[in-house]
């Protein structure tokens, strides 16, 4: 199961770093709402996925992790690029674009999010994975299967989020919020474990 990276000691510790800090920004971000937070949101994404790329040599989980992130951006790109297209639609012409343009942009940009909610997921399984992997071959002192729970926690904060969306829309974000805060200090514990290995403490 480890064979393909057992005897790979490429440094993680500062690229992981990163990687925690831009995901503490975004999620910082996410509690505010305008369009210019969500563009830089997407900026800091993608240095995150820079961040991703120089871990992807790791393992064959984390080079799974950084594909999966990739078409990931793709579809957020996507989406912002029907989300233009629709905003100008309804600006050159309203009345075209209540009666039948409006049908198939908004079903368009259904597909997109669904899509990007399915990778996502599959991206962040491969990369706690891999970071679990990695615990138990470089004997970092962090138990086994406790960074797999920031994935089962994404998959929760998305079903929660809809859930709540539905019933009480502003729960969602206090719900996802303080799943996410679970999610960064699982992941700050291991970054420190990660950090006593690589620094001999």
Known sequence: MYEAFEENRQPLYQDLRLYW???LLVDVLGLLDS???SIISVIL???QLYALYRMRTISLRMEKAFRWNIIGLVMVIAGL??????VFTA???PMVYLTGNSTMVAFLMLLVALAGAVITVIASYFFYTALDDLAVVRGYDYPAGRIKWCFWLSIIIAVVSAVLELAMPGAARIG?????VVILVLL????QAVRRSEQGE
Request: glycine fraction near 4%; avoid cysteine; aromatic fraction near 8%.
């Open 21 to 23: 800090l831009l995901m």
């Open 35 to 37: 369009t210019v937070v």
């Open 45 to 47: 994404g993608i240095v």
């Open 81 to 86: 690029v029907l989300a233009v297209v629709a």
């Open 91 to 93: 600006a050159a012409n």
């Open 176 to 180: 996802s919020l303080v799943l996410q």
């Open 188 to 191: 700050w514990q291991y970054l």
